[in-house]
Structure formats: structure tokens, C-alpha cells
């Protein structure tokens, strides 16, 4: 089983080579909280080969037009592409940025229902973050700060700039959830 853990030469967690120490050439001495990882590959199955069907032309859905229907759909995503995963004392974010991106254009269509609210100017910046837009995205908080310099949201990112959490990380949250996130029973149990 492959091993991993904290290298304090490059500030990361790494996976261990084969003689123990970084992939970057750091030694043992260097690592802590080592762990194994699960192995990730499975065997290969052998699968017939399908046979070539030539599929309908694809109907674009309906264009979600009310606000609320935007930001379920916007919430939805977030959900699916952004992961939060506990390493170690390290939380990590992942996403990619075509995701990124889409959450983009889905915000970019909520403010035109709705142009001057800051939780969407701010969950835009977010999204350009994810789409690996990370200068837009630090413009578009100036942005936000220039019209509304009393928003704390906008404030608290533009000034923790990398620290503060993007508002897609936060559990997904409803009047009828019954469960917290694997996150935060991680923590829990800690």
C-alpha cells in the first residue's frame, strides 16, 4: 500500500518514494504524519466491445429563469465539483476549472436577475477563483469593495486573500438535512 505524509521542506503532503522519503529529494527526517493510501486502481475487466449506436441529437434543457432555480442549480454543481477533504491537520479544496468556470456563467446569469446583490458578486468571485481565474477574481472583490465597503464577506476575503475559504466549501445546507458532511464528522471525532 502506498504511504504519504507531511514534508516539512516543501510545506505539502507528498507521497513517499520507494526509498522513504520525498519525491523531491527531501529525506525522512523530514516527513511526519504518515499515512497509507489506499490503493486506488482495480483491476482491469474485460468488457466486450459495445456496439457503435449513433445517438439523437441532445435537447438543451429549458433555461432555469427564476432566481431560486439559478442557485439550486449553482448549489448543485458546487456540490459535485468541489470536493473538501480532510489530509492530516490539512483541510484540502478541489475542484476543476471547467467547473469553475460553468459556475461562472450560471452566476453571470443570476446577476442579471438580481446585478447589485453582493453575496452573488462574492460567490462569483469564488467561482472565478475555482476556474483558476484567480486575478479576475481579486478584481472582482475590489469591485465589490468599491460599491459596498461595509460588506464583510467581500472584506474578509479580499484581506485573508488564500486563507479564507471559498463560500462553496460550506456544507450544503437545508431545512431537512439529517447529516453532516464527512468533514465535519472527521472533525468531530477527532
Known sequence: MPK?????????????TASGGCPSGHGSEWLSNLYDVPDQT???????????ITPEPEVAPEPTLTLDGLIAEI???????????????SVMVQSDSVSGQRLVELLDRALELKPEDPA?????????AHAMQLKTAEDA????????????????????????????????W?????????????????
Request: charged fraction near 25%.
Open 4 to 16: 504519504a505524509g507531511w514534508c516539512g521542506q516543501c510545506g505539502a503532503y507528498v507521497y513517499l
Open 42 to 52: 482495480a483491476a482491469p475487466v474485460a468488457v466486450e466491445p459495445a456496439p457503435v
Open 141 to 172: 472583490l475590489d469591485e465589490i469593495l468599491a460599491r459596498y465597503p461595509d460588506d464583510l464577506e467581500a472584506r474578509v476575503r479580499k484581506e485573508h486573500w488564500g486563507e479564507w475559504s471559498s463560500v462553496f466549501t460550506l456544507p450544503r
Open 120 to 128: 452573488l458578486l462574492v460567490a462569483r468571485s469564488d467561482a472565478l
Open 75 to 89: 448549489s448543485e454543481l458546487a456540490d459535485k465539483a468541489i470536493t473538501v477533504t480532510r489530509v492530516g491537520e
Open 174 to 190: 437545508s431545512e431537512s438535512a439529517t447529516a453532516l458532511t464527512p468533514a465535519m464528522r472527521e472533525n468531530l471525532a477527532q
